[in-house]
């Protein structure tokens, strides 16, 4: 199966293993994502551990497939405050 790696310049994804640093040189297929926008680094390192931490602190229970879910979703579940 053939690998893409996505390129945030481009707004797209590239067959093979080229990186993004490759911009605007790729070679290869490639595949558009229009309407969608991937920004890196959009959560900060802190914000991303006190949303990682708020998730894990919910229940979490064996499912039938032997996977552990969360088995309420409450919203207000994931408004943090990570100031």
């Known amino acids: ?7 945030s310049i481009c707004n797209g994804a590239w067959s093979g293993d080229n990186i993004a640093s490759c911009h605007p040189t790729h070679n290869g297929e490639f595949i558009s994502f229009l309407g969608i926008s991937i920004i890196p680094e959009f ?5 991303e551990h006190c949303l990682c931490d708020n998730i894990d602190s919910g229940e979490w229970t064996a499912s039938q497939s032997g996977r552990y879910k969360q088995v309420m979703v409450d919203l207000q579940f994931f408004i943090v405050d990570c100031t």
């Open 1 to 7: 199966m053939q690998g893409y790696v996505y390129c």
């Open 43 to 47: 959560v900060s390192e802190f914000e």
